[in-house]
């Protein structure tokens, strides 16, 4: 709530702008915050030396980002001389130069995304660090946090009297996709730790509270009331602007500044947590919009909580077999999968050649089931291909898994895969008519795979029913890209829609 205050002649003194928790007054060119005695829980601002701590430490933890425009405390007397209150002193800031308002009025702001995401970066490098900093960031701490949002949410579905703003399915399905995600990626989370990635923050980096100036952003009102809250990992951090420039309508925005982040931070964080952070802060301000009263809050609240829902989807981390025949073009498909989404690719004739000590292109062509094509390196590996996704997946990357999979056990060993690190599986069998593939593998030379004519015959004789797979038919070469089997493979990975941008890291580039 804003009010002006008007003196006797009736002209503007002061401007008052009011929360939960503090009344700001401002005056000339300076902004005084006023905390408010209030006890929530969360908070105890109940008596006059907690209000002046409060107030010391608001000051010490955002001068890490704005050094110039927290100017320090003030003390509020009585008439009998002694201190009734304190307050946080500040540089006014030009309310026309707000993030939000610039975005919102479609204003260019890359260079101001830009620079934000170097002094968070650089703010990060040099943050402190420790056991129970690291402790915030662990994966059972997120499990727990995502619980706790997850029950009090559920407080505001679709079945209260009168109808809450949240769906219980989409709930539910939140609950199920973040649990889900965080149950296989322990590695994801003990590497981050390992790395230093778990840093004491801003821990609410909201648009509303950066503003534009023309000697460079300032960044305010970090979280102050609690420590934990503000130990994070750093991409959470990040994430937590990137969702609030979604939810202001700047998806694009968003996933520019968090390219940026991770370039000037030296990141290399798999898409998928990037997904997640930005899906766990649109979750947490979605629980919190349900508060509020007015229909634009609670409005607001489902739409948070559907950029939540979209982006646990677009970060499932998933294993993709592309199988096939000999000449069904498989390995094509695989590549242009994994160049739209970002996955990484294990190849089967690339890992066979390297365990047998031979290089890629080298040809080691042997009649049907001999030499290292027998069902012995067969098996080998196809072991030692799953045993590389599972690696990637529990680190948090999808994968595309490039091999024939005309044998039922090694579509069995991927089922078991994927679920040891709690990763969706999407089965995609390539097909093409008998003429077009025998074309194909006749004008083979100087690839990895060795299969001619002959070997996809008796391959097609031995292979087993695969009926659990997705067929792709790669007939159509019109354009030789493969577009409509890409665009088929991709509906099935991600039914809901395509996702909003592409995975590939080239998308992630910081523009210059």
């Keep these: ?68 425009d927290y100017l320090g405390t003030a003390e509020v007397r009585g008439t009998d001389g002694q201190v009734c209150e304190h307050l946080v002193v500040m540089r006014r800031m030009p309310a026309s130069r707000r993030l939000s308002t610039l975005v919102a009025a479609h204003a260019p702001v890359a260079g101001t995304l830009r620079q934000v ?40 579905t679709g079945e209260r009297m009168p109808p809450g703003p949240l769906d219980p ?26 790395d230093g990635r778990i840093i004491d923050g801003h821990g609410d980096l909201l648009a509303d509270d950066i503003f534009c100036l023309d000697d460079g952003p300032r960044i305010l009102d970090c979280l102050d009331f609690d420590d934990k809250l503000r130990w994070l990992d750093g991409l959470d951090d990040a994430a937590f602007l990137a969702m609030d420039l979604e939810r202001l309508g700047a998806p694009v925005w968003a996933e520019k500044f968090l390219a940026c982040y991770a370039e000037y931070s030296g990141d290399p964080a798999p898409v998928s947590l990037r997904h997640h952070y930005i899906a766990y802060r649109a979750f947490v301000r979605a629980k919190v919009g349900c508060l509020q009263d007015d229909p634009a809050g609670r409005h607001g609240a489902r739409h948070l909580a559907e950029i939540s829902l979209r982006h646990l989807r677009e970060g499932a981390v998933t294993l993709v077999l592309v199988g096939g025949l000999p000449g069904s073009d498989g390995s094509a498909v695989a590549g242009k999968i ?19 000590g031979l290089p890629a292109e080298t040809s080691a062509r042997a009649p049907y089931a001999t030499g290292i094509y027998t069902p012995e390196w067969t098996e080998r590996v196809y072991q030692e291909l799953l045993h590389r996704a599972t690696v990637l997946l529990s680190r948090g990357e999808s994968v595309v898994a490039d091999a024939s999979f005309t044998a039922a056990w090694q579509r069995t060993a991927a089922v078991t895969a994927a679920a040891t690190v709690s990763a969706d599986l999407v089965q995609l069998r390539c ?25 996809a015959i008796e391959m097609e004789a031995a292979a087993d029913p695969w009926p659990d797979a997705i067929a792709i038919d790669t007939e159509d070469e019109a354009t030789g890209l493969h577009v409509e089997s890409v665009q088929r493979a991709l509906r099935a990975i991600h039914p809901h829609g395509p996702p909003a941008a592409s995975r590939s890291p080239r998308s992630y580039m910081c523009p210059g």
């Design 1 to 68: 709530m804003a009010v002006a205050l008007l003196d006797w002649h009736g002209e503007r003194w002061a401007e008052i702008t009011e929360t939960s928790t503090a009344v700001v007054l401002f005056t000339g060119d300076r902004a005084w915050k006023l905390k408010k005695p209030v006890c929530l829980g969360f908070l105890d601002f109940g008596t006059t030396e907690a209000r002046a701590q409060a107030c010391a430490r608001e000051v010490e933890l955002n001068r890490r980002f704005a050094p110039g």
């Design 117 to 156: 995401a170097r002094i968070l970066a650089t703010q990060h490098a040099r943050s402190a660090r420790g056991p129970q900093i690291s402790e915030q960031g662990t994966r059972d701490a997120l499990r727990e946090r995502w619980a706790d949002n997850v029950l009090q949410a559920r407080q505001w």
């Design 169 to 194: 399915a989409m709930i539910e399905e939140t609950e199920e996709l973040a649990c889900r995600f965080l149950a296989g990626r322990g590695p994801l989370f003990d590497a981050r730790i390992r």
């Design 338 to 356: 994994a160049d739209r989404l970002g996955y990484a690719v294990l190849n089967s004739d690339r890992i066979r050649k390297e365990l047998a």
């Design 431 to 455: 097909t093409a008519p008998w003429e077009l593939a025998a074309g194909r593998l006749y004008s083979r030379s100087g690839e990895t795979a060795d299969a001619d004519q002959e070997i």
